[in-house]
C-alpha cells in the first residue's frame, strides 16, 4: 500500500491548514524511557507529545541502544575512567588494579599490565632480548668480514656463512619482534572480542591495529552485541474524539528541510495552541539506523489533549525502514502480532 493513500485513510484534509484526527484513529508513538502510559507528559523542550503516522516511523524513534560511543581499540585495551569502558574490560576478561592506576588527566600514566596481557608483555621482553643480541653479534661480524680482519681464506669464508645465517635469523626476529609489540596484541585481543560480539571497525588500522568502533551500551553500560537492538515500546494512541490540528505540512506537500527544522519552530506551537487547535503537523526527521535521515509528517498533541486520548503499549525494537520500503506494508512485526494481523 501507498503510505500516502494509507495515511489519508485515516486522516480527513479539510483544508490545507485544517486536518481533523477522527475519533478512533490509530497514531504512534515510539519510546525506550521508562514510564506509565497513563501518565504521558509532553516533552520539555517543546511542549508537544510527538506521534507518528504508522508504526514503522515510531519505532523509529526508539533508538538501536540506550547510549552509544565511538572509541579505539587502545583506549579498551589500556585503563580508563569511563565506566563504559571499564565494564567492556572486564566482560572481555582485561582486569586492571585500578587502586594502583595513577591518570594524568583522562590518560592512565603509571599502571600494572592487566593480568590476560601477561604472557604477551613476555613474549615481547623474551624477542626484543634476543633480537637486540643477535643485531650485536651481526653487527660486529659484519665489521670484522668487510673491515678485512679475517686473514685466513677458509676462516673468513666460514664466518661469511654464519653470518648469512645469522643475518637470515635476524630477518625472522625482526618480523617476530614487530608483531610481538605490546600495543598489538593487545589491540588483536580487544579486536577479536569484538569481532565475537558481530562489530565491524569503521576505521580500520592495519598499522597497529588500532582499529576505530562504534559500539552500543545496554542501560546498565554493558556493552551490547552489534546485531542487537535495545527493547522499548510501541502506544498506540486513540482519540477518544475529533481532534482539530493546525497543519503546518500545507497538507503534506510542503518538503521537509534539514537546514530549517520545523521541530524548532516553538513560535508555530504557541499560534496554534493559542487559537484552540489540540495538536500541529509538521515536517520531521526519523534517524533510521539503516536509512539514516528519513523525512515525513509528525503531529505533536498539547497537554490540553492528553486527556481525550486511550492508550495502549506493546514491547518494540527499532526497526529498519527499508523492509517497509519494499513491501509496501507500514505495519511492524510488533504491531502485526499485536493486532493479530
Do not use: C
Not at 132 to 156: C, G, H, M, P
Not at 263 to 286: C, L, M, N, P, V
Amino acid at each position: 500500500m501507498n503510505l500516502r493513500k494509507f495515511i489519508r485513510e485515516v486522516l480527513e484534509q479539510v483544508d490545507d491548514y485544517n486536518l481533523i484526527v477522527k475519533a478512533g484513529t490509530e497514531l504512534y508513538h515510539g519510546t525506550i524511557e521508562d514510564f506509565d502510559k497513563n501518565s504521558v507528559r509532553p516533552g520539555g523542550y517543546d511542549k508537544l507529545f510527538w506521534t507518528a503516522d504508522n508504526s514503522p516511523i515510531a519505532q523509529t524513534y526508539i533508538p538501536t541502544a540506550p547510549s552509544s560511543i565511538y572509541t579505539n581499540s587502545e583506549i579498551i585495551s589500556l585503563p580508563s575512567k569511563d565506566r563504559g569502558i571499564q565494564n567492556i574490560q572486564k566482560s572481555f576478561g582485561i582486569e586492571y588494579n585500578y587502586a594502583d592506576v595513577e591518570f594524568d588527566g583522562q590518560r592512565a600514566k603509571s599502571y600494572r599490565p592487566a593480568p590476560v596481557f601477561s604472557d604477551m608483555y613476555d613474549q615481547y621482553y623474551k624477542i626484543r632480548s634476543l633480537y637486540f643480541q643477535k643485531a650485536t653479534e651481526f653487527e660486529n661480524l659484519e665489521k670484522e668480514i668487510y673491515n678485512n680482519r679475517i686473514s685466513d681464506v677458509d676462516e673468513r669464508e666460514k664466518r661469511y656463512k654464519i653470518y648469512l645465517e645469522l643475518k637470515k635469523e635476524i630477518e625472522q626476529l625482526k618480523s617476530d619482534y614487530w608483531n610481538s609489540q605490546i600495543e598489538k596484541l593487545r589491540n588483536k585481543y580487544v579486536n577479536d572480542h569484538l569481532e565475537k560480539l558481530g562489530y565491524e571497525p569503521y576505521h580500520p588500522d592495519n598499522y597497529h591495529l588500532n582499529h576505530g568502533w562504534k559500539l552500543k551500551f545496554d542501560m546498565s553500560h554493558n556493552i551490547m552485541p552489534a546485531h542487537e537492538n535495545a527493547p522499548g515500546r510501541l502506544f498506540i494512541v486513540i482519540p477518544k474524539r475529533d481532534l482539530k490540528i493546525y497543519d503546518a505540512t500545507l497538507a503534506g506537500q510542503r518538503e521537509a528541510d534539514l537546514t530549517d527544522i520545523d521541530y524548532h519552530k516553538h513560535s508555530w506551537f504557541e499560534t496554534a495552541r493559542k487559537q484552540g487547535y489540540d495538536g500541529i503537523r509538521i515536517t520531521d526527521y526519523a534517524q533510521s539506523d539503516d536509512q539514516g535521515n528519513v523525512g515525513h509528517l509528525s503531529i505533536g498533541l498539547f497537554d490540553t489533549t492528553l486527556k481525550d486520548l486511550t492508550i495502549h503499549e506493546m514491547p518494540a525494537k527499532h526497526q529498519p525502514l527499508e523492509q517497509f520500503f519494499k513491501s509496501g506494508s507500514w505495519h511492524t512485526p510488533e504491531y502485526s502480532q499485536y493486532k493479530k494481523i
